[in-house]
Nanobody
Framework: QVQLVESGGGLVQPGGSLTLSCAAS????????MSWHRQAPGKQRELVAT????????HYADSVKGRFLISRDNAKNTVYLQMTSLEPGDTAVYYC???????????WGQGTQVTVSS
C-alpha cells in the first residue's frame, strides 16, 4: 500500500518561496498521475498542479501559472512543488494526490500547511 507524506510547508512572507515535497513509500509513483491540491479555510479543495507520467507534461491552475512548478524524481519516488512569488491568497493546506492513468484518485497525503503573511 503506497503512502504519501508531504513536507516543506511553513510560514513565509509575501514574495517568498517554498518547495513542498511528497514522498511515496510502499510502491512506485512512476506510472501515476501526480498532483498537488490546496484547501484554504472555508473553501473547497482546488487543483493546483498536475504532472502526467512518462514525460506527459504538466498543467497548472491559472492562479499559480508562472509562479509554481511541479516536478518529480522517480528515483526518489518523490514529487515536488516549487512555489515562488507567494501571495497571501496562496495560504492553504497543500495536499499531494496519486491517481491512475485514467485520472481516478487513488490516495491523498495528510497535507502540509503553507501560510503567506507578513
Amino acid at each position: 500500500q503506497v503512502q504519501l507524506v508531504e513536507s516543506g510547508g511553513g510560514l513565509v512572507q509575501p514574495g517568498g518561496s517554498l518547495t513542498l515535497s511528497c514522498a511515496a513509500s510502499g510502491g512506485t509513483i512512476s506510472f501515476s498521475l501526480m498532483s498537488w491540491h490546496r484547501q484554504a479555510p472555508g473553501k473547497q479543495r482546488e487543483l493546483v498542479a498536475t504532472e502526467f507520467p512518462g514525460g506527459g507534461g504538466t498543467h497548472y491552475a491559472d492562479s499559480v501559472k508562472g509562479r509554481f512548478l511541479i516536478s518529480r524524481d522517480n528515483a526518489k519516488n518523490t514529487v515536488y512543488l516549487q512555489m515562488t512569488s507567494l501571495e497571501p491568497g496562496d495560504t492553504a493546506v497543500y495536499y499531494c494526490n496519486q491517481a491512475n492513468t485514467f485520472g481516478q484518485s487513488m490516495r491523498w497525503g495528510q497535507g502540509t500547511q503553507v501560510t503567506v503573511s507578513s
